[in-house]
Structures are given as C-alpha cells and as structure tokens.
C-alpha cells in the first residue's frame, strides 16, 4: 500500500511539473505584454510626476496666474472692490417715476429655444 501511494505521488508530481512548465510557456507572452505595458505606465508616471513639480515651480513664480477660486467670499470680494469705487453710496430712489413697477424685462437671448 504505502509503494502504491508512493508511486501515485510521484505521478502526480510529474503531472504538477508538467502543468506548471505548460502554463509557463502558454503565459510567457503575456506576461511580457504585463512587463511592457507596467514599464510604459511607470514612465508615463514618472514624466507626469515632473510635469507636476515643474508646474508648481512655475506657479509659485507666477501667482498672477493661479487658476482662480471656485468660491468666494461677498464680504472679502466687496472689501477689494470698495476702494476701487470710492466707496458705496447706497441710498433709496424716492421718485416713482425712475422705478420699475413690475414691467416685464425680456430674457437673453442664449441661441437656444427652450420653450415657453
């Protein structure tokens, strides 16, 4: 019994060997293909990485030319605004006859027709 399974793993190891050296040579391509395509990645990374760095260099030199804020604050935007100005003047028109009193002010026209 035990030359039996002796002998049944023996085989079955000739077997393993022989699958493992078949999927070796069946993958090796693409394998190579994986290798190719990880090294291309690699650089474009690496290029992307010291377009980044040349990038924030040239920012720092240039803040004139920083993208611009995606938000603002009203209180902070009217703050630089006032002295360009003079100042606000705010006050009430009295007179009846200067105000708007609910006429209609036709929209822009964007080219596009969206309905009624």
Same mark, same amino acid.
């Given at each position: /019994? =035990? =030359?039996?399974?002796?002998?049944?793993?023996?085989?079955? +190891?000739?077997?393993?060997?022989?699958?493992? *050296?078949?999927?070796?040579?069946?993958?090796?391509?693409? &394998?190579?293909?994986? $290798?190719?395509?990880?090294?291309?990645?690699?650089? +474009? =990374?690496?290029? %992307?990485?010291?377009? *980044?760095?040349? =990038?924030?260099?040239? %920012?720092? *030199?240039? !803040?004139?030319?920083?993208?611009? *804020?995606?938000?603002?604050? %009203? +209180? $902070?935007?009217?703050?630089?605004?006032? !002295?360009?100005? #003079? #100042?606000?003047?705010?006050?009430? $028109?009295?007179? !009846? &006859? #200067? /105000?708007?009193?609910?006429?209609?002010?036709?929209? !822009?026209? %964007?080219?596009? +027709?969206?309905?009624?």
């Amino acid at each position: /019994m =035990r =030359r039996s399974w002796a002998r049944e793993a023996e085989v079955w +190891d000739r077997r393993v060997a022989a699958a493992e *050296q078949a999927f070796d040579q069946l993958a090796r391509p693409e &394998v190579a293909r994986l $290798d190719e395509t990880i090294r291309s990645l690699e650089g +474009d =990374r690496k290029s %992307l990485v010291q377009a *980044q760095t040349e =990038r924030d260099r040239w %920012l720092e *030199q240039h !803040p004139e030319a920083a993208p611009p *804020q995606t938000s603002f604050d %009203l +209180d $902070d935007l009217l703050d630089r605004l006032r !002295p360009a100005a #003079g #100042g606000w003047e705010v006050g009430r $028109d009295v007179d !009846p &006859v #200067g /105000m708007d009193r609910g006429a209609e002010v036709a929209a !822009p026209d %964007l080219g596009i +027709d969206i309905g009624p």
